[in-house]
């Protein structure tokens, strides 16, 4: 007896991104779906485009400010403001981006994260892992952290502030 078997298609067609305007870059939900751990058969995709709309939009409400004055100092796009390059992979693998759209990408996947975990238990874990849930799990509250401090970095602020009473 043989078993033919088919590889999962992906929980979201290839090459479907949420597009936010002409100045922020497109978000790949799949690449979303793979750096965040949150599998196709866990969260249907409505719910996750949902999460990152949502984190889109806080993030752009955080930046609006900062967006505008790059708008009008020339950048038209984030990937257009001068910042240090990122090179992840060697040779033609290699994929070049720079700072701010990292830094930007990351913001939008913590918030969309934290959403999820707060609907969705096991969202970022593996079968074994729901078992060892009390191990490291980062909470909706650690995503928003890494969010607000990707959004911070993006605007060149410090992360905390301190006063002496």
Same mark, same amino acid.
């Given at each position: 007896?043989?078993? $033919? ?14 597009? =936010?305007?002409? =100045? ?9 779906? !793979? ?12 719910? $996750? ?7 889109? %939009? ?29 090179? $992840? ?23 969309? #994260?934290? !959403? ?9 874990? #593996? ?11 980062? #909470? ?19 992360? #905390?502030?301190?006063?002496? %009473?």
């Amino acid at each position: 007896m043989s078993f $033919v078997t088919s590889p999962q298609p992906p929980a979201t067609p290839d090459d479907h991104v949420i597009a =936010f305007g002409e =100045f922020w870059p497109a978000i790949d939900i799949n690449a979303f779906r !793979d750096a965040m751990r949150i599998g196709g058969n866990l969260i249907p995709d409505a719910r $996750v485009v949902e999460a990152l709309v949502g984190g889109l %939009i806080i993030v752009d409400d955080n930046l609006s400010v900062w967006r505008d004055s790059q708008i009008a100092a020339g950048h038209e796009a984030l990937a257009h403001i001068p910042s240090t390059e990122i090179t $992840v992979g060697a040779g033609q693998a290699a994929v070049i981006e720079p700072r701010l759209v990292r830094l930007f990408r990351r913001a939008v996947y913590a918030w969309a #994260t934290a !959403d999820l975990i707060e609907t969705h238990r096991d969202v970022s874990a #593996t079968a074994s892992g729901v078992k060892d849930a009390n191990q490291v799990e980062l #909470t909706p509250d650690d995503h928003r952290r890494n969010g607000t401090h990707a959004i911070r970095a993006i605007l060149g602020t410090s992360r #905390t502030a301190v006063e002496l %009473i």
